[in-house]
């Protein structure tokens, strides 16, 4: 029984290891909330869906109305990460983390051909500004571009239309203005730049709006830089631009966070007509706190792990060695152990050694009869105790080596009976 669990007991901790191990490997799937279905946002959302299939994680899409709602369906769980737009309020708990800033979102407005709109926000009066839903971050930045330029009481007149609805608001005079803030590459927004019914509206002052809005970016858009012929702008253009962020719930897998991160890497580190080239992702003014492990692959990039070790073994290499440091206490205790068997086992017989030597000596200064009984009794006792030990095979040659001791003691007691009977001297020699 006590071998048997001498065995068992490192196998079953080697399983449970192996078991906390692949327990380490990432959910099958991840939900990422990524807007209106067709919007930058979305489009942005299959390049991740592609790049994190590659690992086999699958990325579900949830269709939401913008950056607002994608903020509540983090905070309540509903999702798993979210693009959000820069300049955003988010929830300052420890429910939030960023993966970094991935890329930076024009803010721009587009009037139509008869509207009054001019470049100067400061100046902009009563009119209808189409500027998404409620839950967008669209509107978010529209109030945020209002209040920057101190027109929170003019009688601006906020629609509740975005993306393409926004154009349309523009065609049907619904609208005197639409603003925008989505990746270069949104239908929508390349529909409005192209569109030669829908005017650009050169916004003035962009520097001083982008020191009031929190997350922006003054960017310089070069002639030419969207088409050629014709030049599309026309000529050097500044533009507003936020910074859009990857935000996850905290408690989200670190395989998962490696994977998106790798992904943010892979996709918005060419350069554009807004940003540089390697320039995103960041951890430039998170809206949130970073994520350690977020921050130490884009500013590291990647540990030489990842090149010998699964990614999701790599991205959690310091949970991995608290697990496997019980292998150094391990591999000697199972080096020890059946030492340690050996001995006990061994032990066992030993321990009558000493009180056989006991006994033999009692028996060679023993001077009477009674004496002699007295040790043929005890070392009976002795040899009735070795009989009943039930050592296992391997380990009964030492007690029946005891008992051949044991036999000779035997024989010189029987000799003292002997030459006590013939009248010989008795005690006069010692057992050989």
């Known amino acids: 029984m006590r071998l048997a669990l001498f065995i068992l007991f490192p196998i079953i901790f080697v399983g449970l290891l192996v078991f906390l191990i692949f327990g380490l490997k990432p959910p099958n799937s991840i939900k990422l909330a990524a807007g209106i279905n067709g919007g930058g946002y979305w489009q942005v959302g299959q390049l991740y869906k592609a790049e994190l299939a590659r690992d086999g994680i699958q990325v579900i899409l949830v269709e939401t109305e913008g950056s607002v709602e994608n903020i509540q369906r983090l905070v309540s769980g509903e999702v798993d990460a979210a693009f959000v737009q820069g300049g955003l309020e988010l929830p300052q708990d420890e429910s939030l983390q960023s993966l970094g800033a991935i890329f930076l979102e024009p803010m721009v407005v587009f009037r139509g051909k008869s509207s009054p709109v001019g470049a100067n926000a400061g100046e902009w009066g009563d009119i209808r500004l189409a500027a998404g839903s409620q839950a967008s971050g ?3 930045a529209a109030l945020a571009l209002i209040e920057a330029a101190g027109l929170q009481n003019v009688g601006i007149d906020l629609v509740d239309v975005g993306g393409h609805d ?18 270069l590459d949104a239908p929508y927004l390349m529909d409005a730049i192209f569109d030669p019914e829908i005017i650009f509206v050169p916004m003035a002052l962009v520097d001083a709006l982008a020191l009031k809005l929190s997350g922006a970016n003054s960017v310089t858009v070069p002639a030419g830089s969207i088409t050629l012929d014709p030049p599309r702008p026309p000529e050097d253009v500044k533009i507003l631009a936020l910074r859009a962020s990857l935000i996850a719930a905290s408690d989200l897998h670190p395989a998962v966070t490696d994977r998106l991160v790798n992904a943010a890497k892979n996709i918005h580190s060419e350069p554009n007509i807004l ?10 003014s998170p809206p949130v706190p970073l994520n350690k492990i977020a921050t130490e692959l884009i500013n590291s990039g990647p540990n030489f792990l990842h090149g010998v070790l699964p990614y999701w073994i790599a991205a959690q290499f310091g949970s991995v060695l608290l697990l496997l440091l019980p292998l150094l206490f391990l591999v000697p205790f199972l080096r020890i152990v059946p030492s ?3 001995w006990f086992q061994k032990r066992r017989v030993w321990r009558f050694y000493q009180r056989i030597a006991a006994l033999e000596e009692e028996l060679g200064k023993a001077q009477t009869s009674t004496e002699v009984e007295e040790v ?18 391997a380990y009964r040659q030492g007690a029946y080596d005891a008992r051949l001791h044991i036999d000779l003691i035997r024989q010189e007691i029987a000799r003292r009976r002997t030459a006590k009977n013939d009248g010989t001297p008795a005690f006069s020699s010692k057992p050989t």
């Open 376 to 393: 043929a009794k005890n070392i009976e006792d002795v040899d009735t105790a070795l009989a009943n030990l039930n050592l296992p095979l």
């Open 340 to 342: 340690s068997y050996v």
């Open 275 to 284: 940003q540089s080239a390697r320039e995103y992702p960041n951890t430039a």
């Open 166 to 183: 926004a154009i349309g608001a523009l065609y049907a005079n619904e609208a005197d203005a639409a603003l925008f803030v989505a990746p």
């Open 138 to 140: 669209t509107r978010a």
